[in-house]
């Protein structure tokens, strides 16, 4: 397998998990962050509506942390797809000679 195709293929790898694991502890800091919240409120004795839509823009961006998170491991498995000889060697299959012409099907021939 060609070296640069090999050192790209790990330092590739190393990138994708370093970005799962940030993702990771982005996701548990904003649900620390949202517990935090609710749990001050509490605390305070302030009405539940204290601080509603900061709750809600919170649970929100959580959300929307969650499904970054799923993109990011399906594009993992995707790469994990990847057949690393065959893009080391290129294509399998050998390309058409110069001054190939179409040919009618038999039925339009005259």
């Known amino acids: 397998m ?3 195709i090999l050192t790209a293929a790990r330092q590739i790898a190393a990138q994708v998990k370093s970005s799962e694991d940030e993702h990771d502890l982005a996701l548990a800091a904003n649900a620390r ?3 935090s919240l609710l749990d001050a409120r509490r605390n305070a004795g302030l009405p539940a509506r204290t ?3 900061a709750l809600e ?4 961006a959580i959300g929307h942390g969650a499904k970054a998170r799923e993109l990011l491991l399906d594009t993992h498995e995707e790469l994990a797809r990847l057949d690393l000889r065959e893009l080391a060697v290129g294509d399998v299959f050998t390309c058409p000679e ?3 012409r179409l040919v009618a099907p038999e039925s339009q021939a005259a």
């Open 98 to 100: 110069k001054g190939l």
């Open 2 to 4: 060609r070296r640069d």
């Open 51 to 53: 601080g509603r839509a």
């Open 33 to 35: 962050l949202l517990a």
């Open 57 to 60: 823009r919170l649970s929100e």
